[in-house]
Structures are given as structure tokens and as C-alpha cells.
């Protein structure tokens, strides 16, 4: 008697992917009757990406809709060219993810941690140990790898979870907030790691991040989420804008000549921020330029340096949001 076979559907075929790593279009995802995400729109491209918004924004929730552990309840995600919940084992296999809490197992070795998660992600057992090895050398902890993670800091267990997201070479890999709990010096060298590893290895990151500093620093584009929506989306260029908003003026002066030149730009009818030495004047063309410098050579007032200021991050963040 002949056997049945199962074919599966399309939705559970991995697709080829294409240049959109990520692509959601007007995703809505709900808990019971409260709205985690209402309308969420964005293409995310080869690169690192940031994703930006405040605690509670969302953030995690889109991560996990996009490995497959929340079913999206209306609208539409693909991710490496298919749908993550149909399809979330074999997109899970491609991808890499450090979820934001730090609760790892404490009478565990990093190592045999790293080794497991590889195995689960479909590596042989000795293929996985020595990734594991390469991993936390990578990561700066070569020498830590035998110790149990509850003997670690913060520091080495963020180093750790980004070890395993890492460790079965993935297309790309999710890092919810990789710099929480980390001091000033911890958090530029996990910085300066992550885009090693993107640059160097061609794995592609999306950093998810309430800090508009560490997007702007080591991100290629953002998407900016608030009150459940997409606010703003593009590569940073795109969102600052290729256009100045104004230029910055340091002077060499006492209180009374950075008054006289204040004066002089305000009677021109320029708008003059003044943080004390430093002079914000508000435009969009050159002639704003031009009438920063000649308001300066007209008062006598010496120029310690004069540079066109552009849109921040945090500008577009502030603006987005209301």
C-alpha cells in the first residue's frame, strides 16, 4: 500500500532572499485587549540597523514576531524572504538573537552554553564546539570560557549572549539592548565589537536600542518606533536629512562682544540659540553662513572655529515623536 506524502506549503519553503532582510508592512500585534503594536511599517537592508524608542515601545515585541515566537495578528512580516511564523525553524537556523535579560544559567560554563546553543541552531556536536571556542574568543573571553556564568559580570555575560547569537554563523543577528548594565568603557567596546563583527564578518545586526548615542554611533539605519507605530524609518542619512539646519559659532569673547554679536544676528532677523561661547544660528542655505561670519567681522569678535550644524538623531527622534 502506497504511503502519503506531505508537501509543504509555500509559506513554509524558505524564499531566496533578496536586498530586504526584513520587511513589514502595517503590522499589528495584539495581547488580549491591549495593543502592543498598531500599525508598523519598515524595510530593513544589508547593514546594522538600529531599532529606536523608548522602554515599552515595543521593541522586543518586534523582535519576536521576527523569529517566529509571536504570530502577527494583522498585516504582514518577511523576514529573509519568508513568513517567520510558517516558516520559523528554518528562519530561526539563519539567524542569531541576545535577548535583553541576563538570567543565564549560573552553574553553567560559558563555554558548554555557547556549544549548546550552536547545537540547536543544527551544528554537529564537534563543529559546535569549536565554534563555541571561536566565539568567545571573538567576544574577549577566551580565557573566561570554562568559568561558570554566575561568576561573571554583567559585562562578560552581555559578551556571552552575544557569543551564541554569533556562534552557528548566521545571516543576521537580533541584540536587544546589548549595552544594558554595561559602564561608559564597557559599552564603547561592545560598540566597537558589534561592528567588527558586521563589518568583518558580513553579518548583518539589527541593535535594538532606547539610547540615541550608541544608534548613531555604530548604526547604517534606524527604525524608529513610538506608541506602536513607526514614527520614522531609513538609513541615518536619510532621516537627518542631506540638508543643513543652521551653523554652530564658537567664539573667542568676553559675555559683552557675544552680546554685541547676538544682537547684530537677532536685528538681521536670524534665530541665535546662545549656550555660552557657542552660538546656534537657525537657517537652511548659505546665507546664514555668510551672515554668522560677516556679523563677527563687523563686531571685531574673534572665531575660534564656525562649522554648518545638521540634523541630530536625537533631533529626528524629538521631532517623530512630537
Known amino acids: 500500500m502506497a504511503t502519503a506524502t506531505t508537501v509543504p506549503s509555500t509559506a513554509d519553503k524558505i524564499v531566496p532572499v533578496t536586498d530586504s532582510l526584513v520587511s513589514a508592512t502595517n503590522v499589528v500585534k495584539r495581547y488580549g485587549t491591549f495593543t502592543a503594536l498598531s500599525d508598523v511599517s519598515f524595510e530593513i537592508r544589508h547593514g546594522i540597523t538600529g531599532l529606536l524608542g523608548a522602554n515599552g515601545a515595543g521593541k522586543t515585541t518586534m523582535l519576536g514576531m521576527i523569529i517566529g515566537l509571536h504570530e502577527v495578528d494583522s498585516g504582514s512580516l518577511r523576514v529573509l524572504g519568508s513568513d517567520p511564523w510558517n516558516a520559523g525553524v528554518a528562519v530561526r537556523e539563519r539567524l542569531g538573537y541576545s535577548p535583553e535579560h541576563h538570567t543565564l544559567p549560573g552553574d553553567l560554563q560559558a563555554n558548554d552554553f555557547v556549544r549548546h546553543i550552536a547545537e540547536l541552531h543544527g551544528l554537529p556536536k564537534a563543529e559546535a564546539a569549536t565554534r563555541a571556542s571561536d566565539a568567545l574568543w571573538l567576544c574577549g573571553l577566551g580565557e573566561e570560557r570554562f568559568r561558570p556564568m554566575g561568576t561573571m559580570s554583567t559585562g562578560q555575560r552581555q559578551r556571552v549572549k552575544l557569543a551564541q547569537a554569533i556562534a552557528h554563523d548566521p545571516e543576521m543577528v537580533l541584540l536587544d539592548e546589548p549595552t544594558d548594565g554595561l559602564d561608559p568603557l564597557q559599552r564603547d567596546s561592545m560598540l566597537d565589537l558589534i561592528r567588527h563583527i558586521a563589518t568583518e564578518f558580513g553579518i548583518d545586526v539589527i541593535l535594538s536600542s532606547h539610547l540615541l548615542d550608541e544608534v548613531e554611533r555604530v548604526c547604517d539605519a534606524a527604525v524608529i518606533i513610538g506608541e506602536g507605530r513607526t514614527v520614522a524609518a531609513g538609513t541615518l542619512d536619510e532621516l537627518r536629512g ?20 547676538v544682537e547684530r544676528l537677532r536685528s538681521s532677523g536670524a534665530q541665535v540659540n546662545v549656550d555660552g561661547r557657542r552660538l546656534v544660528v537657525e537657517g537652511d542655505d548659505d546665507s546664514v553662513f555668510d551672515l554668522a561670519r560677516d556679523a563677527c567681522a563687523a563686531t571685531g569678535v574673534g572665531i575660534a572655529r564656525l562649522s554648518r550644524k545638521r540634523l541630530s538623531l536625537e533631533d529626528v527622534f524629538i521631532e517623530s515623536l512630537g
Open 242 to 261: 542631506t540638508g543643513t539646519i543652521g551653523v554652530v559659532v564658537e567664539l573667542d569673547a568676553d559675555p559683552t562682544q557675544i552680546s554685541s554679536v
